[in-house]
Structures are given as structure tokens and as C-alpha cells.
């Protein structure tokens, strides 16, 4: 059995199993899910300790490796652009199930404010996060880190990968000797990480069983039910942005056949569901691109860490649908000109969202403010709390096939020639 179905039996499993103690209220085998939490962290931890090392190595080996600076450039133009276009997209369609669905409009007073009591405290924590959140110079200036080594430390992955970028850079223009040393040295780092991260997948399966059974047990379906439309909006709102943007961008950019790229790439998405984290997932996602896809390591070192910290294309339409959401449940008209404004703000306040799990609900706060709904930013983002979890790990599985349908039309604009493929298979052309 291929590893992404056996994860995909596991997340089922593991599903299954959290609503079946929940429902019928089993305390010990919700004790017993619970408990085994640990092994999806301890996963996500080992994963995640791999995800620096294979970066420098990636991106250093990729950039050096290039000779060629202007390509650089425009490798990292395309990619950008293409990152900002998308998520832009995303937050309109956000807007556009939202007008059409009005999610909000079916909760009755007693019921949103029952919601909002029951996470008042943990969205007034959120707000003083908020309320640190750099500035906009702030952030441009943190992109060039003081101190690799602290970037490297703290996961802060945007300092980290434009330093490793700038010295792949000069690493490129040295003496051929000298650089092809550091190449050597940064290539068996790369595939020594790349040998870890074989090893930690074979207990992908299990940790994700783990994962999903907890989550699961542990918040059931109550919190679900009762904001239903609203999770069905966003989740409707990100299917059509796979399926139509991702979709047209795979067939007509990329020039491959979306089902068989799903089908290949699904590895990712399912760690990434499991996870809620695109960093943590960064390696397989690294793996998988060429793996399966036969994008070069010079595309993908770029493209892919790039991605897992600014392709936040789920995260912008899930705030999008949540403005729209808590606008409507309060009675406030959002005309065309405050979209706009969402579409504008939320674009640039995903891309700055950590990748990591939650990070949306800090940014969503930036987005009601924008729009004038600052006097039920607290009430509104408790109201939301409830389900955040469950369409975090939906929407980081979004942002993850964005991140290789990127690598993909990044990879084939630069003319290469893609194709399905694994470790144990020939190369062969894809079918277009």
C-alpha cells in the first residue's frame, strides 16, 4: 500500500473512531485518543526539526547552483507574483460564496452570543497578540535578519531564506573550486536530511491517527453543528479555489493533468491536514515536488520555503468568509467598497501569517479592523474559535497544493519538462 494511503486510512481511522467515542460519550476511549496525542506531536516535532537543515541545504544548493543572478530574479519575480494573484483570487471567491450563502443571516441573537461567551477569554489573548503584531516597515525591515543563526532558532523561515539566498548568490560568482566545495558540503546535508525524512514518514500513518482521534474526541461535533453554514462556506469557498484556480493553473500553466497531479501530491495535503502547519509539512512538500512531480531542486528550494511563508491562499478566503460571516450575524452592511478593502488587506496580511497552526486568527483582527468592525472584533473572533481548529487543518491543506501547483508552473515557465514519477518508476511524460 502506497504511504499516502495509508495515511489517508489513518486520518479516516482516527476520524471515525474521536466521533464514535464523542457521540456516544465512551470517557476512556476519549481518555485513550487523547492520551495518544503525544505521538502526533512527537511526529510533528521530528518533521519539523528536519525542515531548517533541509532548507539551507535546498535553497543554498539551488541558488549556487544557478551562475546565473538575473535568473534568480526572475525565478523569485514569477514566484511572487504568482503567490499574490492567487491569494487575491481566493479572497474573492471567499466574498463571493459569502454574499451568495450570507452564513451569518440564519444564527439567532441568544445562540451567537452563547457562542461568543464560551471563548471570550481565549479570543481576548488573540487580541493582545494582535495588539504586538509588528508594523507593516516592521515586518519589511525583519525580513533582513540581525542574526541567521537566531532566525534558524526560532523557525522564523522569511529572514532565514532571504540570508541563504543572499549567500547562495555570492556563493555563485566565487572561484568554481571553492563554490563547488560548499555545493558538495550543502548537497550531503540535503541528502542526509532527505534519508530523515524517509525514516520519520513511516510513522506518518500512526501520528496521524493520533492527530485526528484527539481532535476529534476531544471538541466533537457540537461546536460544528451550530456553526454549520458558516464551516460549510468556507470549505465550499476553498474546493472551489482548488478546483478551479489550482485546477486551470495545473492544466493551462503547468501543462498537466490535474486529477494525476491530486493523485500524486496527495501525500502533502494529508500531512498538512494532520499538521495545521505549512512549515512543518515543508519537507514532504519538497519531497513530493520532486519526487512526483520532476521539479528541479533549483525551483523547488525557491519556490517551496517561499510558499510555506507567504502562500496563505486558504487562510485569506477563510478570512474573507469570517468578515463577511461576523458582519452579517451583527446586522453590519459590508458594501462593495469595504470588499474591496478585504480583498486589499487580507491579500497582504496572509502573506504575512506564520505558517503555523492558528496564525489566520491573529491576521483576521488586522482585517475586521480595516473594515470598520473593531467594536466586535473580540465578540466575533470567540464566535469562530469553536471550529477554527478543524478548518485550519483544511485550509493548510489548500495552502500546501498551492505551494506545488506554484513550484510546478514556476518549473515549467523556466522550461522544464515535468512528469509523474516516484523513486521506483521511470520517467515518463506527463499526460496533458
Avoid at 163 to 169: Q, S
Wanted: hydrophobic share 55%.
Amino acid at each position: 500500500m502506497q504511504l499516502y494511503n495509508k495515511i489517508l486510512l489513518g486520518l479516516i481511522l482516527g476520524a471515525v473512531v474521536g466521533a464514535v467515542a464523542n457521540f456516544l460519550d465512551i470517557g476512556w476511549l476519549q481518555s485513550f485518543l487523547i492520551a495518544l496525542e503525544p505521538i502526533g506531536t512527537a511526529f510533528i516535532r521530528a518533521i519539523t526539526m528536519i525542515v531548517i537543515p533541509l532548507v539551507v541545504a535546498s535553497l543554498m544548493i539551488g541558488t549556487a547552483s544557478l551562475g546565473d543572478l538575473t535568473k534568480l530574479g526572475r525565478i523569485g519575480g514569477k514566484t511572487v507574483g504568482f503567490y499574490l494573484c492567487t491569494t487575491a483570487v481566493a479572497v474573492t471567491i471567499g466574498l463571493l460564496v459569502s454574499n451568495v450563502i450570507k452564513p451569518g443571516s440564519g444564527i439567532d441573537e441568544a445562540t451567537r452570543d452563547q457562542l461568543a461567551g464560551d471563548a471570550m477569554d481565549e479570543a481576548a489573548g488573540a487580541m493582545t497578540l494582535a495588539e504586538e503584531a509588528p508594523t507593516v516597515i516592521e515586518t519589511l525591515l525583519s525580513v533582513i535578519p540581525r542574526n541567521p543563526v537566531q532566525a534558524a532558532a526560532e523557525l522564523d523561515l522569511l529572514p532565514l531564506i532571504f540570508f541563504t539566498i543572499i549567500f547562495g548568490a555570492a556563493v555563485s560568482v566565487i572561484a568554481p573550486k571553492r563554490r563547488d566545495a560548499v555545493i558538495t558540503f550543502f548537497e550531503g546535508v540535503n541528502d542526509a536530511s532527505m534519508v530523515i525524512i524517509d525514516w520519520v514518514m513511516k510513522l506518518a500513518p500512526y501520528a496521524v491517527f493520533a492527530l485526528i482521534g484527539a481532535v476529534v474526541a476531544r471538541f466533537g461535533t457540537d461546536l460544528l453543528q451550530s456553526l454549520l453554514v458558516y464551516s460549510l462556506t468556507v470549505v465550499l469557498g476553498l474546493l472551489l479555489h482548488l478546483m478551479i484556480t489550482y485546477g486551470l493553473a495545473v492544466r493551462f500553466l503547468a501543462k498537466l493533468n490535474f486529477w494525476q497531479f491530486l493523485k500524486r501530491v496527495a501525500k502533502a495535503p494529508l500531512v498538512a491536514f494532520s499538521t495545521s502547519s505549512s512549515n512543518a509539512t515543508l519537507p514532504v512538500t519538497m519531497e513530493t515536488a520532486e519526487e512526483e512531480l520532476g521539479v528541479s531542486k533549483p525551483v523547488s528550494s525557491f519556490v517551496l520555503p517561499l510558499g510555506a511563508t507567504i502562500n496563505m491562499d486558504g487562510t485569506a478566503l477563510y478570512q474573507a468568509v469570517a468578515v463577511m460571516f461576523i458582519a452579517q450575524i451583527y446586522g453590519i452592511d459590508i458594501g462593495i467598497t469595504e470588499q474591496l478593502v478585504v480583498v486589499l488587506t487580507a491579500t497582504l496580511a496572509s502573506i504575512g501569517a506564520a505558517g503555523v497552526p492558528s496564525a489566520g486568527i491573529i491576521t483576521l483582527i488586522i482585517v475586521l479592523n480595516a473594515v470598520g468592525l473593531g467594536q466586535h472584533v473580540q465578540a466575533g473572533i470567540a464566535l469562530i474559535l469553536g471550529v477554527d481548529r478543524i478548518l485550519d487543518m483544511i485550509r493548510t491543506s489548500v495552502n500546501v497544493t498551492g505551494d506545488l501547483t506554484a513550484s510546478a508552473v514556476i518549473a515549467r515557465s523556466e522550461g522544464e519538462e515535468l512528469s509523474f514519477r516516484s523513486r521506483d518508476e521511470e520517467r515518463v511524460a506527463a499526460p496533458v
